[in-house]
Each structure stands twice: as structure tokens, then as C-alpha cells.
């Protein structure tokens, strides 16, 4: 008698928003890399360098931005930095909806 297969799930991956520290598919959050040419966003999610990552929702933008970003990438960042990361939330929604 023939085995039936065995159905096997998907591997998701997880991360951590560093905003509002809720878990959720890796996908589904935006990531920020620390390279040696300075904090940049990634999104492809495969630039080499030390990552976190925040939902894309202004809330978690300003908690990250106030001190927990900087604490996660292991630097300081800039006023350049800071500024242009400024700028980027400010095209964010006001409330991200997870569907």
C-alpha cells in the first residue's frame, strides 16, 4: 500500500519590529541595514550588513527613531542619517493594517 505525502508547511521567517517589538513575517516589515557607507534602507531585504527592522507605520518609525534603531544597528546615527530616515516616514501611512 503507497504512503500518502506529507504535506509540509512553509518556513516563514520571523523578526522583531524594533518600534513597537511585535513579531511578524519578515516580509511584512521594512528593513534598515548598517553598512560602511552609513544607514540606508533595504528593500530587497539582502544588503550585507547589520539589519532591524520596523513596521511600516509611522508610530513604530517614531518610537524606533527615539533611541531603540540606533541601539538594534549598534551606532549612532547621524544627522544626515536621521534626517533622511525622517524623511522616509513622513511618506509612511499614519496606521499600518495588518490584512
Known sequence: MARKP???TKHIPQRTCVGCRQV???R???RIVRTPQGV???PT???AGRGAYVHEDRQCW?????GALAHA?????T??????LTEYMQSLPEEYHVA
Open 45 to 47: 531585504g539582502k544588503l
Open 6 to 8: 506529507v504535506q509540509r
Open 28 to 30: 511584512a516589515l521594512i
Open 62 to 66: 517614531e518610537r524606533a527613531l527615539k
Open 24 to 26: 511578524m513575517a519578515k
Open 73 to 77: 544597528l549598534k551606532t549612532e546615527l
Open 79 to 84: 544627522e544626515q542619517e536621521r534626517v533622511f
Open 40 to 42: 540606508q534602507i533595504d
